[in-house]
T-cell receptor, first 114, second 109 residues
Framework: IAGITQAPTSQILAAGRRMTLRCTQD?????MYWYRQDLGLGLRLIHY???????GKGEVPDGYSVSRANTDDFPLTLASAVPSQTSVYFC?????????????FGPGTRLTVL | GQNIDQPTEMTATEGAIVQINCTYQ??????LFWYQQHAGEAPTFLSY??LDGLEEKGRFSSFLSRSKGYSYLLLKELQMKDSASYLC??????????WGAGTKLIIKP
């Protein structure tokens, strides 16, 4: 079934550790996104990529980095995790950027930083 | 600033009708989306409105008034499986989605 996969499903991480959340889509979508979802808040955009080879900062980019080496993969890295990065992280993709195309979401990664 | 407001929680009865409201103030407007999110799962697309009026899709309908900065999602013939959070999101002038915190809908038998 076509879609977006994320790994790991969940993770408990010690503060200060480095962590990469993986995201892969097989829909050949050009645009990809990383969001975090916290209780009582709407989804907040961390980083996005309009096409392979390009990335951009969203609303809450500090402490996170991304890369987009190819169309399918869009990993999110926490260089040195802090407790405030405890959240549920969703990767999403859409057919094209700067458009009203629907965004499709992966199943999420639940991250706890202690 | 940009702001999306929707009720935190609503309760309705199986078989009834419920309306979930969303008001917004954003930098530009390129459409409004509604997503459904079951607990512990990913958001899934329900509807998109860019012009004023009502869009009907089966048991679900979505309404938009751009002049009032207002939308609602109408769910008819409620089923237990409709228990979920409903997320309102507006696409701003930069084609970025601004999300509301979501409305948790509880369906009682």
């Amino acid at each position: 079934i076509a879609g977006i996969t994320q790994a790991p499903t969940s993770q408990i991480l010690a503060a200060g550790r480095r962590m990469t959340l993986r995201c892969t889509q097989d829909m050949r979508h050009n645009a990809m996104y990383w969001y975090r979802q916290d209780l009582g808040l709407g989804l907040r955009l961390i980083h996005y990529s309009n096409t392979a080879g390009t990335t951009g900062k969203g609303e809450v980019p500090d402490g996170y980095s991304v890369s987009r080496a190819n169309t399918d993969d869009f990993p999110l890295t926490l260089a040195s995790a802090v407790p405030s990065q405890t959240s549920v992280y969703f990767c999403a993709s859409s057919d094209s950027a700067a458009s009203t195309d629907t965004q499709y979401f992966g199943p999420g990664t639940r991250l706890t930083v202690l | 600033g940009q702001n999306i407001d929707q009720p935190t929680e609503m309760t309705a009865t199986e078989g009834a009708i419920v309306q979930i409201n969303c008001t917004y103030q954003t930098s530009g407007f390129n459409g409004l989306f509604w997503y459904q999110q079951h607990a512990g799962e990913a958001p899934t697309f329900l509807s998109y409105n860019v012009l004023d009026g009502l869009e009907e899709k089966g048991r679900f309908s979505s309404f938009l008034s751009r002049s009032k900065g207002y939308s609602y999602l109408l769910l008819k013939e409620l089923q237990m499986k409709d228990s979920a959070s409903y997320l309102c999101a507006v696409m701003d002038s930069n084609y970025q989605l601004i999300w509301g915190a979501g409305t948790k809908l509880i369906i009682k038998p």
